[in-house]
């Protein structure tokens, strides 16, 4: 299925994490209008965050798979220029919104917002926002979600949690994933375990195999779905 509809960044328009204080405020004061307005329609949101390559697509295709048959599921697929993803999502028969920021490395509540125009939340119960492959931006720019996931991959090297502390500060679910390629990684799942427990002890950690599914029904369990 053909992305069509794409809600593209303005001119000006992205919230940008060098600029002042008072733009990171209003970006929370917009989430927070997000979140009241999906809490309204009954819609859970859920924001998935993590580095280009650490499988977050792949982990939001099998959560899909998994859960469309209990749930009214929307994503929101968030990326620079492309609908490749959203594509992909798609064709999983649930409403996908291609969202794309031209060249900023996060969505913010102004872009979610606008993406929430498209769609009838009154048809939905579930909504998964991914965002664009960073670990540093996102940290700082809530969207409106009740969930938030941060997902790491053992190929991105055994120090992915301890030099992005911030992101995981405010997660409710780390995902290890592509634990298949820990041995030849030289990567200890363990150890990555154990950093995140020592940045944020309330989140839970889950390993997976996105390519496989290994370990997804340990996330949906840990959002409570």
């Known amino acids: 299925m053909k992305i069509e509809d794409v809600v593209k960044a303005e ?10 204080e008072s733009l990171l405020k209003a970006n929370a004061e917009l989430a927070e209008q997000n979140r009241a307005l999906l809490r309204k329609h009954g819609v859970t949101a859920v924001d ?4 280009i390559g650490a499988g977050k697509t792949s982990l939001i295709e099998k959560l899909v798979q998994k859960l469309k048959t209990r ?27 291609a969202i794309n920021t031209g060249n900023e490395c996060h ?4 872009l979610v917002r606008k993406a929430l125009s498209r ?7 579930l909504l998964f926002i991914e965002n664009v492959g960073n670990l540093i931006c996102p940290a700082d720019f809530p969207l409106g979600s009740e969930k938030r996931i941060v997902v790491v991959s053992v190929t991105e090297g055994p120090y992915m949690v301890v030099k992005h502390p911030f992101i995981f500060m405010d997660t409710d679910v780390a995902v290890i994933n592509k634990i298949d390629l820990a041995e030849a990684m030289g990567v200890s799942v363990e150890k ?14 889950v390993a997976t195999n996105c390519r ?5 029904d340990q996330v949906i369990a840990a959002l409570k779905l």
Not at 212 to 216: K, L, R, S, Y
């Open 71 to 97: 749930y009214r599921i929307a994503v929101f697929k968030g990326d620079l220029t492309t609908t490749i993803d959203a594509e992909k999502i798609s064709r999983h028969g649930v409403k996908t919104v």
């Open 119 to 125: 769609l009838d939340l009154n048809g939905i119960d």
């Open 11 to 20: 001119e000006g328009e992205i919230f940008d994490i060098e600029l002042d």
């Open 48 to 51: 998935v965050m993590g580095s």
């Open 192 to 205: 990555l375990r154990e950093d995140v427990k020592k940045i944020n002890p309330n989140a839970v950690t």
């Open 107 to 110: 969505l913010d509540a102004n």
């Open 212 to 216: 496989t599914g290994e370990g997804v």
